[in-house]
């Protein structure tokens, strides 16, 4: 769809062949975006089958709602960060759902919305923020934020290898001038990389802070833990992540809840039998097609990870 909204959904095939179990089930899309997804799975249910769609964005409702008018009142949206998606499940009476789906990240369409300052390929006001109503954004870290902690924000959400050398410009250039735009940034990382690797360092310096703006992977823990609590027993969750950091809370997540024992060695009661929340359906993450990579740039990195509830 080439529209307003463009975003092109990835691993579409996938999502529906893992994530949906019955065909007349309510299921949640934590992450509604612009409701590709959504709408593949509404029309993959029957009549009786619903989709509650959470965004943190509310340019994302806005569009996604749009798009998704056809459905009529087989769509629920919820303006909110997916952190609460339990407690907002039960505000509306619909405490368990038949499966969960997040599709991590930014949309195509916030990255080149000049508003939302997410990219450095245009020259916008620092921002970042998915949410609008949220505090800090991307201007605030970048002109409060001493050197260190510039530096150790680079390189633990970004891995950036010049993390040091491109805080200590920040900082110098703060003494006598505001950076204000995502251009101003990009020039400081072009001045302290150099030109060969500079988009790689670029990515990873734009995405550390968007992940400290809106703190990202606390979020994703939180969404993940309810999201288990709140699927029933047979129903999925299916997630989509863009990075490794993403992929290794998912991993991780769903490793904790498939636990059969406590590991050796912990320190309470080694050895002892759990009780798995999870199955874990793939042992190694689903990556997209060289058909798909080759229309749709941003399935490139994607890695789909799926567990089942247990009984
Ligand atoms: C990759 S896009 C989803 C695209 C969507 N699957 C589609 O097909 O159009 C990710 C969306 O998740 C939203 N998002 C990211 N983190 C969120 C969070 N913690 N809570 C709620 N929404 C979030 C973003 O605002 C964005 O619209």
Redesign the pocket.
């Known amino acids: 769809m080439q529209d307003a909204f463009y ?1 092109t ?1 990835v691993l579409v095939d996938e999502v529906l062949s893992l994530l949906i179990t019955r065909r007349d089930g309510v299921y949640l ?10 709408e593949a799975i509404l029309s993959h249910l029957s009549p009786s089958g619903h989709v509650i769609g ?4 509310e340019d ?1 409702i806005r569009f ?1 709602a749009q798009r998704l008018q056809p459905f009529g009142e087989r769509v629920t949206y919820i303006r ?4 609460n998606l339990q407690s907002a499940l039960v505000e509306r009476r619909t405490p368990r759902v038949a499966g969960v ?1 997040f ?5 195509s369409f ?1 990255l080149d919305e000049p508003s939302k300052g997410f990219s450095f390929r245009t020259d916008d006001r620092l921002d970042m923020r ?1 949410d609008r109503s949220q505090g800090i954004d991307a201007h605030e870290i970048v002109n409060r934020y001493g050197e260190r902690e510039l530096a150790e924000l680079f390189w633990k959400y970004g891995e950036e290898r010049a993390s040091r050398r491109i805080a200590r410009a920040i900082v110098r250039r703060r003494d006598h001038q505001q950076i204000e735009t995502t251009g101003d940034l990009a020039s400081l990382v072009q001045e302290s990389v150099g030109e060969r690797f500079l988009n790689k360092s670029l990515a990873r310096v734009f995405q550390a802070l968007r992940i400290e703006v ?1 703190n ?1 992977l606390d ?2 823990r939180q ?1 993940l833990n309810q999201a288990i609590e709140v699927v029933h027993q047979g129903g999925r969750i299916v997630v989509i992540a863009y990075h490794s950091l993403e992929d290794r809370i998912v991993k991780e997540t769903f490793k904790r809840a498939a636990a059969t024992f406590l590991p050796s060695g912990h320190k309470l009661v080694p050895d002892t039998v759990l009780q798995p929340a999870l199955k874990i359906i793939t042992k190694k993450p689903l990556e997209a097609s060289g058909k798909e990579t080759r229309s749709n740039p941003r399935a490139r990195s994607a890695k789909l990870r799926a567990a089942e509830k247990l009984p």
């Open positions: 975003h959904p899309d934590a992450t509604l975006g612009g409701g590709g997804h959504a959470f965004d943190a964005d994302a996604a909110s960060n997916f952190r789906l599709d991590l990240g930014v949309s916030q998915m809106n990202e979020h994703l969404g």
